[in-house]
């Protein structure tokens, strides 16, 4: 591991000239800061580190993503060893500047909340940055399996960490709501052919974009119309496709905006925008992507439950009155995922707005998580749906 003592933010987070050949190896770690507002007055008690790890992108290739592991400070008083949680963030943006690792030091991240809750509950948690968040490249937004390996690749680097107090015998669970409920629906398929040394005893995902299909008529024209942007350049990013071939002169202007942009700067410049202003065929995103074969193959590919399902038990959270990701589209992830015979809770909520189901899908989360570690039988919907 390449330790950098005293380093500039731009540093930590360089690619390195060799990249390890094994996914998860940890290439540097630096201690951080941890507050959980911007005034820097409330500091967690905990341990940050920052690291930079390897990880594997959706062609395969080896890409360099950071991260931060936080430790708790109080003894763990629950059964047996400390377990962990690899947490997945929602929608940070794509400019390198929102990457989870430098909002929490600065004590910006709107996750924070949630992050420090479960450091109370006494787990050790790490959090992805995701691929290009903060490291070369433009972030690759909903794009399952970079989403899903940066996840489990965060956990296989914070067992390298000295002093963290995870190892590779760690009992582990992942959670994420939004983006994050797709990294960790992601992960949860993948797991058993990419890490399957990993001791995964369960996971929550809260309002999974599972098919981005459903989401064209939810999010063109609305207050998160800019999150399509952020769709548009992480799958054109990922696909290596260039973007002026779909996209007129005031769409490829949006799109370089959009790539200097946090989820806050998103919903403030560019809200309500139509989408069938900024292609060149003057068709609605939605239309666009079904009409092209490129491009329905390449959002055909990011949906989650094709085939594929967890081997671990999970709970699936969505609201009815969610206004960004239809319920529908959760509660058909969970289906998807019965019919392949996993073991899936369906938590349906009905609190106004995705922020709604957001905070009231909190207690179920770590009533999941502790029931888990405590090994408890997970209760089943698959009966009903």
Known sequence: MEELAETTDTDFY??????????????????????????????????????LYSSTNADGDTVPVS????????????????????????????????????AL???????????????SQGYTVVVTDYEGLGTEGLHTYMVRESQGHAVLDSLRAAA?????????????????????????????????????ELNLKGAYAGAVPADLFDLGDQLDGSLYSEFLQFAMGGQFAAAGLDPATYLNEDGLELLDEASENCTVDGLLEHPFLDSSDLTLTGQHLKDLVRSDATL????????????????????????????????????????????????????TTALP?????????????????????????????CWRL
Not at 362 to 368: K, N, S, V
């Open 14 to 51: 360089a690619t390195p000239a060799t990249l390890p050949g094994a996914p998860g190896t940890l290439i540097r770690s630096e201690a951080m800061d941890f507050y959980l507002d911007p005034v820097k007055l409330i500091r967690h008690p905990a341990t940050a580190t920052r690291i």
């Open 296 to 347: 329905e193959a390449v959002i055909s590919e990011q949906r989650i439950g094709d085939g594929r399902a967890p081997e671990i038990p999970m709970v699936v959270s969505h609201s009815l009155l969610d206004d960004v990701i239809p319920y529908s589209t959760g509660r058909d992830l969970a289906s998807r995922w019965c019919d392949e015979g996993a073991t899936v809770s369906l938590d």
């Open 160 to 196: 390298q960490l000295p002093d963290s107090g995870v190892t590779a015998e760690t009992p582990a669970a992942l959670a994420g709501y939004s983006q994050g409920g797709a990294a960790t629906a992601s992960a949860v398929e993948l797991a058993p052919g990419y890490a399957p």
């Open 67 to 102: 991260g931060t592991v936080l430790a708790p400070t109080a003894a763990w008083k629950g059964q047996g060893e400390r377990p962990v949680i690899g947490y997945g963030v929602g929608t940070q943006g794509l400019a390198d500047r929102c990457a989870p690792s430098r």
């Open 105 to 119: 030091s600065t004590g910006q991240e709107y996750e924070g909340l949630v992050i420090s809750s479960l450091l």
């Open 353 to 381: 707005t995705h922020i709604g189901g957001y905070v009231g899908g909190i207690p179920r989360m770590t009533a999941f998580l502790d029931a888990r570690f405590k090994g408890w039988t997970p209760l089943d919907s």
